[in-house]
C-alpha cells in the first residue's frame, strides 16, 4: 500500500502539473484575444498608387509574411473576394527589411498572394508605406471605396490566426450593401510590424 508521503507527493506533482498547464492556456487565450497597436488617424489613399476606376472598392493590406496570425489574414482575405466578386479588389503590400525584399518576394505568403484572383501584391520595402498610414500591426486592412475615400480601417480576424466570421469582415460586407454609411474602426490581431521588420524571411533577427 503507498505511504501517506507518497500520496502527498503524487498529488503535489499533478497539481503543478494542472497549474502549469492552466497558466499557459491562459496565456494562450490572452494572446489569441489582444489586438495590436491601434491606428490614430483616418487612412488617405495618397502614396498607395491604387487603381480606381469609379466601380470597385479597394481593400489595401499590410502584412508580414513570418507573422503566424496573418496566415488566417490571408485565407480570409481569399473568402472576402469570393463573396463580394465584382465589388472588391485588393493590394497588399508585405512589409520586408532593407535589402531583403527579393527574399520576403519568395515567401508562401507572398506566392499565394500573387496567384490569388482580384490581388495586386508589392513589397514595402522597410515598412515605409506602411509608417505613412500609421499602420503598426500585421493584418491591419483598409477599405477604400470606389473613388479612394476611407471607409473601414481594422482586422479581417477576430482573434490571432482564427479563421471565420469576423466583425471586420461583417461590417465591409455591411459598407458594400450600403448598410453602413460612416467609417468603422475595429481591432487588427497580429503581430508588431515593428519588432518584425530586423527578421530576415526565415524568422531570424538580422
Known amino acids: 500500500m503507498p505511504s501517506p508521503r507518497r500520496n502527498f507527493a503524487l498529488a503535489a506533482v499533478v497539481a503543478i502539473w494542472l497549474a502549469a498547464v492552466c497558466a499557459y492556456f491562459g496565456y494562450l487565450l490572452r494572446y489569441s484575444s489582444s489586438p495590436g497597436t491601434p491606428e490614430m488617424h483616418l487612412p488617405a489613399a495618397t502614396g498607395l498608387n491604387l487603381r480606381l476606376d469609379g466601380k470597385t472598392a479597394t481593400l489595401v493590406l499590410f502584412l508580414h509574411p513570418k507573422c503566424p496570425c496573418s496566415r488566417a489574414t490571408v485565407g480570409?482575405?481569399?473568402r472576402l473576394l469570393s463573396r463580394c466578386r465584382g465589388r472588391l479588389m485588393a493590394k497588399a503590400f508585405l512589409v520586408?527589411?532593407?535589402?531583403g525584399q527579393e527574399e520576403w518576394a519568395a515567401t508562401w505568403m507572398a506566392n499565394e498572394l500573387r496567384t490569388m484572383p482580384g490581388v495586386e501584391l508589392q513589397i514595402d520595402v522597410g515598412g515605409r508605406i506602411a509608417r505613412s498610414q500609421g499602420i503598426a500591426t500585421s493584418g491591419d486592412t483598409i477599405l477604400f471605396d470606389k473613388f479612394g475615400k476611407p471607409r473601414f480601417e481594422g482586422g479581417l480576424t477576430d482573434f490571432?490566426?482564427?479563421?471565420?466570421?469576423?466583425?471586420?469582415?461583417?461590417?465591409?460586407?455591411?459598407?458594400?450593401?450600403?448598410?453602413?454609411?460612416?467609417?468603422?474602426?475595429t481591432p487588427v490581431y497580429g503581430c508588431?510590424?515593428?519588432?518584425l521588420g530586423a527578421q530576415n524571411a526565415n524568422g531570424v533577427k538580422q
Open 160 to 185: 490571432r490566426g482564427h479563421e471565420g466570421t469576423s466583425a471586420g469582415a461583417d461590417r465591409i460586407i455591411e459598407i458594400l450593401d450600403g448598410k453602413e454609411t460612416k467609417f468603422v474602426r
Open 192 to 195: 508588431s510590424l515593428g519588432d
Open 96 to 99: 520586408a527589411p532593407a535589402g
Open 76 to 78: 480570409e482575405l481569399e
